[in-house]
């Protein structure tokens, strides 16, 4: 049902670490109305679909482009606390902004 390159439709790595801004695309990611949740809302759609196909393949077309979103995100943390000291990790994590 998918299919995975291992390579990312758009890559543009971070000039330098920002944990801050990790966290807030965390959010983007697993909040409330975060990737995550759109994902598996339009997968589960798609899957108990009772109508005519065509509405249960757009459905879980829409999902799987929902799992690019979340990979995309996913790299970005990873690459914005690539080689960030722990100290600015920790800072970053305590800083009132992101806790808003």
């Known amino acids: 049902m998918f299919l995975h390159q291992k390579r990312l439709q758009y890559f543009t790595p971070p000039d330098q670490p920002d944990p801050i801004y990790a966290k807030k695309l965390q959010e983007l990611i697993g909040g409330p109305m975060g990737e995550m949740t ?4 339009y997968l589960f759609q798609g899957w108990n679909c ?3 196909a065509k509405y249960r393949d757009m ?9 690019g979103h979340v990979e995309m995100l996913a790299t970005m943390v990873a690459h914005l606390l690539d080689k960030a000291p722990l100290k600015v990790q920790e ?3 305590k800083d009132p902004i992101v806790g808003a």
């Open 38 to 41: 759109v994902m598996m809302q």
């Open 59 to 67: 459905l879980l077309d829409i999902g799987t482009e929902e799992i």
């Open 91 to 93: 800072d970053g994590a």
């Open 50 to 52: 009772r109508g005519p």
